[in-house]
């Protein structure tokens, strides 16, 4: 028979397990798991508390510390508590914070400086150069510089003529090319150019308009050729080859006589050069 001792120890070890908390079982453990989806939804969870306890046994003591035990693990905290709600009353079901460690009391701020508190000394060493600045580094950056205005200066060049294509050019200064279509177009040729391939022994005479003096009188079997600014021509066989600055000039009647000049031939009858 078991001493008076045995009995007490007995008794102490069957108070200890009755007072220490039961564990949460599979299916409460489920429960609160799915609570704590709903929670974590834009909706939360917000029921009368006899919903609430319903699931976990109904509203009994037993009820209410399954529920609060399972919630606990899961991670959920009850707005009124499970332990003092009334079954009437509507509970708001939140996710548990946790409570931030206080910061160190010996720890102070870090200091703010703001930037009108900034000194012209370290305005000045943020921007300082970081080596000395050399006649090579000199040239460089102002080689860069030039570089950089010749682009820009090009960019302008290019645009201006893209868009300026249709603008009005009175005013502005031939190139050397055109002004010199323009001279030819408008200015006759100073001199006079004629080229006779006789076809047969030919008796000519040509002589100078400006002056009257002959250049050539007699017959001639071989080309000639020779530049005035004027010329008187008598030609005696009209089947010689004669060209005028490289057009062909047709002796219909033999012989005659032409004056020749860069406006043209026109036919000089009565003239006493080279009349015959």
């Known amino acids: 028979?078991?001493?008076?001792?045995?009995?007490?120890?007995?008794?102490?070890?069957?108070?200890?397990?009755?007072?220490?908390?039961a564990a949460v079982s599979l299916e409460d453990a489920a429960t609160a798991a799915a609570l704590a989806r709903e929670v974590a939804t834009p909706f939360g969870f917000k029921r009368p508390a006899a919903e609430l306890l319903a699931r976990f046994g109904g509203d009994t003591p037993d009820g209410r510390r399954r529920a609060t035990a399972a919630l606990t693990v899961a991670g959920i905290a009850a707005d009124p508590p499970l332990d003092t709600v009334k079954p009437q009353q509507w509970v708001q079901l939140r996710a548990a914070t946790a409570v931030p460690a206080p910061a160190a009391a010996d720890a102070p701020p870090p200091p703010r400086r703001s930037r009108r508190s900034l000194r012209p000394a370290d305005v000045a060493a943020r921007h300082a150069p970081t080596g000395p600045v050399t006649r090579e580094r000199r040239f460089a950056v102002g080689a860069l510089g030039l570089g950089a205005l010749l682009v820009l200066l090009?960019?302008?060049?290019?645009?201006?003529?893209?868009?300026?294509?249709?603008?009005?050019?009175?005013?502005v200064l031939p190139t050397a090319t055109a002004a010199a279509d323009v001279e030819t177009a408008t200015t006759p040729p100073r001199t006079v150019v004629l080229r006779i391939v006789p076809t047969e022994a030919s008796y000519m005479c040509v002589a100078d308009g400006s002056t009257g003096a002959k250049l050539w009188e007699g017959t001639r079997t071989g080309p000639y050729t020779v530049r005035r600014a004027s010329l008187f021509l008598r030609i005696g066989v009209g089947t010689a080859q004669i060209t005028v600055d490289g057009r062909p000039l047709q002796v219909d009647v033999a012989p005659s006589t032409y004056v020749l000049t860069a406006a043209g031939v026109r036919p000089a009858a009565g003239r006493s050069a080279c009349a015959g």
């Open 1 to 21: 028979m078991p001493d008076r001792s045995e009995r007490r120890d007995r008794t102490t070890r069957a108070g200890a397990w009755q007072e220490a908390p």
């Open 154 to 171: 090009l960019a302008v060049v290019v645009l201006r003529g893209t868009i300026g294509g249709g603008e009005d050019t009175k005013g």
